[in-house]
């Protein structure tokens, strides 16, 4: 079955960086554009980045632009967020998303808090 499982989260001062990895199981990884999302506490879903199949084309969410890096290692079959000078409002649970045959598929999130 298709697998996603972040790690990586934690607690963090503004300023501070973290990298977080998904690592995935279950399909060709290889074949698959890879997508991070996150949800802050009391909001929605907010789209982060997204690189494609091949480690190209990385893109990025204006709040997140110029901080964040999105990189991929097929043959690991993980996707990474390097995720440098974080803000309070970073803070969030980040999840990796792919959608696989037409379908979603998401990871249990890993949690990052951005505190002093």
């Known amino acids: 079955e298709v697998q996603l499982v972040e790690s990586g989260g934690g607690l963090v001062q503004p300023g501070g960086s973290l990298r977080l990895s998904c690592a995935a199981s279950g399909f060709t990884f290889s074949s698959y554009a890879m997508s991070w999302v996150r949800q802050a506490p009391g909001k929605g879903l907010e789209w982060v980045s997204r690189?494609?199949?091949?480690?190209?084309?990385?893109s990025y969410s204006e709040s997140v632009k110029g901080r964040f890096a999105i990189s991929r290692d097929n043959a690991k079959t993980t996707v990474f967020l390097q995720m440098n000078s974080l803000k309070p409002e970073d803070t969030a649970v980040y999840y990796c998303?792919?959608?696989?045959?037409?379908?979603?598929?998401w990871g249990k999130g890993t949690l990052v808090t951005v505190s002093s």
């Open positions: 690189i494609n199949s091949g480690g190209a084309s990385p």
């Open positions: 998303n792919s959608r696989i045959w037409g379908s979603e598929y």
